[in-house]
């Protein structure tokens, strides 16, 4: 199955942006893509529980029809160490350095940066 890679450092914030992300992962899945999301710097607020509570109903739809399409997300361990992020929106979040994220996105088909 051919992989594809996001790369995402808009904070949650930004909710056009953080929509669009979404909106492209779920795309993605359901063409049948492996697609893993990497949240880094500000990203990684996306998935701290606290924060994602408090974001529209709309987004959180969002997230989750990405995730029952098989979208993946995983925090970046520096960012979740920075922000202090001890509690995760969903059990199956993982936390992976830098070097994990190169490793998946060299052999992925597309790696997009948001």
Do not use: H
């Not at 063409?31 to 996306?46: H, I, K, Q, R, S």
């Not at 969903?90 to 997009?112: C, L, P, R, T």
Request: net charge negative; with cysteine; hydrophobic share 45%.
């Amino acid at each position: 199955m051919d992989k594809v890679a996001f790369l995402s450092t808009i904070p949650p914030a930004d909710t056009a942006r953080i929509n669009m992300l979404l909106d492209y992962t779920s795309v993605a899945a359901a063409m049948g893509y492996e697609v893993l999301v990497f949240l880094a710097l500000d990203g990684v607020l996306l998935v701290k529980k606290e924060v994602f509570e408090k974001l529209n109903e709309n987004t959180k739809k969002k997230f989750d029809d990405a995730v029952n399409l098989g979208g993946k997300f995983v925090a970046c361990s520096a960012a979740v160490q920075g922000f202090g992020v001890k509690n995760f929106c969903k059990e199956d979040i993982e936390v992976w350095g830098a070097g994990s994220f190169y490793e998946y996105a060299s052999d992925s088909k597309f790696v997009i940066s948001l």
